[in-house]
């Protein structure tokens, strides 16, 4: 018969279970910091030493990291799919700026139309308080801030799909933004005209996910996220046409 004997879990191996399913879902975030020993094995119900032979083994296989003095972390590595020496080539190439765009366009819209089928209320309510923030935001002329409210709305976009595979995935595709790699979120937001469409674009998008529609939130991303690609293009132009021109300048004061 196949069957073997059930042995008693230890509880360290139920603390481990716990953490690595809080980082497998996002919930705990690359960077976060643990609550102290003191009150994470309070908040676990385990012994400190239960606890510590846990916090070792997930140290071990690198989710967390010691930082002398200060605490338990999240890895880092979690949110970074991509080589130094992958980013830099990424940067360098105009090309790998517009398939980037491309491939966030295809996963979101995918994200937008799981998010209304499976979204849940507590899930709806996130993505409803981020827009509020976003509509509270928009006449302040604060680019930082509502380009970080724009992260965070499409962040709460994929964890509403519930598939942790495409949140981690899209995590390490947010943070090539977040370092500059590709376009600057901020300047999106710095002129009026595009801070009004996109405001208007977010709405459909939320709408959608609100009203529990997969086609119109699918569609919604796939029109914000054109729009962004025909920005980038737009500006990517006026540069090289501003460059060209500051040359001729150059060249016709140099004439006799």
Same mark, same amino acid.
């Given at each position: 018969?196949?069957?073997?004997?059930?042995?008693?879990?230890?509880?360290?191996?139920?603390?481990?279970? !716990? *953490?690595?399913?809080?980082?497998?879902?996002?919930?705990? #975030?690359?960077?976060?910091?643990?609550?102290?020993?003191?009150?994470?094995?309070?908040?676990?119900? /385990?012994?400190?030493?239960?606890?510590?032979?846990? @916090?070792?083994?997930? !140290?071990?296989?690198?989710?967390?990291?010691?930082?002398?003095?200060?605490?338990?972390? /999240?890895?880092?590595?979690?949110?970074?799919?991509?080589?130094?020496?992958?980013?830099?080539?990424?940067?360098?190439?105009?090309?790998?700026?517009?398939?980037?765009?491309?491939?966030?366009?295809? *996963?979101?819209?995918?994200?937008?139309? #799981?998010? &209304?089928?499976? &979204?849940?209320?507590?899930?709806?309510?996130?993505?409803?308080?981020?827009?509020?923030?976003?509509?509270?935001?928009?006449?302040?002329?604060?680019?930082?801030?509502? &380009?970080?409210?724009?992260?965070?709305? %499409?962040?709460?976009? *994929?964890?509403?799909? %519930?598939?942790?595979?495409?949140?981690?995935?899209? #995590?390490?595709?947010?943070?090539?933004?977040?370092?500059?790699?590709?376009?600057?979120?901020?300047?999106?937001?710095? !002129? !009026?005209?595009?801070?009004?469409?996109?405001?208007?674009?977010?709405?459909? @998008?939320?709408?959608? @996910?609100?009203?529990?529609?997969?086609?119109?939130?699918?569609?919604?991303?796939?029109? %914000?996220?054109?729009?962004?690609?025909?920005?980038?293009?737009?500006?990517?132009?006026?540069?090289?046409?501003?460059? *060209? &021109?500051?040359? #001729?300048?150059?060249?016709?004061?140099?004439?006799?």
């Amino acid at each position: 018969m196949p069957f073997t004997r059930v042995e008693p879990e230890k509880l360290s191996t139920s603390v481990i279970r !716990q *953490i690595e399913q809080l980082i497998l879902r996002g919930i705990l #975030r690359p960077g976060e910091r643990l609550p102290s020993e003191r009150e994470l094995s309070e908040k676990l119900g /385990v012994s400190r030493p239960s606890l510590r032979d846990a @916090i070792a083994d997930l !140290q071990e296989r690198g989710l967390v990291t010691a930082r002398p003095g200060s605490g338990i972390y /999240v890895a880092e590595v979690l949110g970074s799919a991509f080589s130094p020496a992958l980013r830099q080539l990424f940067a360098a190439h105009d090309e790998a700026l517009f398939d980037y765009v491309a491939f966030r366009r295809d *996963i979101e819209a995918m994200a937008a139309e #799981r998010a &209304a089928r499976l &979204a849940t209320d507590a899930d709806r309510a996130v993505l409803q308080e981020i827009f509020d923030k976003m509509e509270a935001s928009h006449d302040r002329r604060d680019p930082e801030r509502n &380009a970080r409210l724009d992260a965070q709305f %499409h962040s709460a976009i *994929i964890e509403a799909s %519930h598939n942790v595979v495409m949140l981690h995935m899209m #995590r390490s595709m947010y943070e090539l933004l977040r370092e500059g790699v590709f376009y600057n979120r901020q300047v999106m937001f710095a !002129q !009026q005209t595009s801070r009004a469409a996109l405001l208007d674009q977010h709405r459909a @998008i939320n709408a959608a @996910i609100q009203h529990r529609d997969p086609e119109a939130a699918s569609a919604a991303v796939r029109t %914000h996220l054109g729009y962004v690609e025909q920005a980038l293009r737009d500006d990517l132009r006026a540069r090289r046409n501003a460059e *060209i &021109a500051e040359q #001729r300048l150059a060249r016709e004061r140099r004439q006799p």
